[in-house]
T-cell receptor, first 112, second 114 residues
Framework: DQQVKQNSPSLSVQEGRISILNCDYT??????FLWYKKYPAEGPTFLIS???IKDKNEDGRFTVFLNKSAKHLSLHIVPSQPGDSAVYFCAAPRGSNYQLIWGAGTKLIIKP | NAGVTQTPKFQVLKTGQSMTLQCAQD?????MYWYRQDPGMGLRLIYY???????DKGEVPNGYNVSRLNKREFSLRLESAAPSQTSVYFC?????????????FGDGTRLSIL
């Protein structure tokens, strides 16, 4: 059962425009969500997170929105820059061992 | 700052061979994790160690063993490698469980089993 889903394998956006990456989840017990960014041949790096008590969290060009009723979150990047080209994963911790449940990732390509 | 260091970066094995993947962190973190990532999928937890001296199974532990050698090091062993274990393996750590702290990752070991 895939509890965290990223249904878009890839997304292409013009430099300077807004990038919107989406993530859906099925487990209503999730109360915290993280976004990671991954470049080729590197490990994932933490980008931004959101607690279920909030519906928005902002950090510079990155904003994450959470819609609990729809079990949906999105990551907005504005303006998009060439260095944002990477694979983006959403993840949620589960259980006392803090196991992260990951989506399959979305490859973001920023076109010059 | 080294953070989380994984060795080797690449390895090719034949079916049935054994191998140990090494992971070390210099952040004085208590909890460490081993994940695998397969094409088109998110990372899946193999084993984790909440603290020195403890290890527990994750989502996909079959075919693997782990050792938490000390607070810094957490190794993953394949006793008899199978082609299905071809994957990219990531080690991660956090200061301690709880408080929703983001995990810090190494750069991965790319393992091919022929």
């Amino acid at each position: 059962d895939q509890q965290v889903k990223q249904n878009s394998p890839s997304l292409s956006v013009q430099e300077g425009r807004i990038s919107i990456l989406n993530c859906d989840y099925t487990n209503s017990m999730f109360d915290y969500f993280l976004w990671y960014k991954k470049y080729p041949a590197e490990g994932p790096t933490f980008l931004i997170s959101i607690s279920s008590i909030k519906d928005k969290n902002e950090d510079g060009r990155f904003t994450v929105f959470l819609n609990k009723s729809a079990k949906h979150l999105s990551l907005h990047i504005v303006p998009s820059q060439p260095g944002d080209s990477a694979v983006y994963f959403c993840a949620a911790p589960r259980g006392s061992n803090y196991q992260l449940i990951w989506g399959a990732g979305t490859k973001l390509i920023i076109k010059p | 700052n080294a953070g989380v260091t994984q060795t080797p970066k690449f390895q090719v094995l034949k079916t049935g061979q054994s191998m140990t993947l090494q992971c070390a962190q210099d952040m004085n973190h208590n909890s460490m994790y081993w994940y695998r990532q397969d094409p088109g999928m998110g990372l899946r937890l193999i084993y984790y160690s909440a603290s020195e001296g403890t290890t527990d199974k994750g989502e996909v532990p079959n075919g693997y063993n782990v050792s938490r050698l000390n607070k810094r090091e957490f190794s993953l062993r394949l006793e008899s490698a199978a082609p299905s274990q071809t994957s990219v393996y990531f080690c991660a750590s956090i200061p301690g469980q709880g408080n929703n702290q983001p995990q810090h990752f190494g750069d991965g070991t790319r393992l091919s089993i022929l």
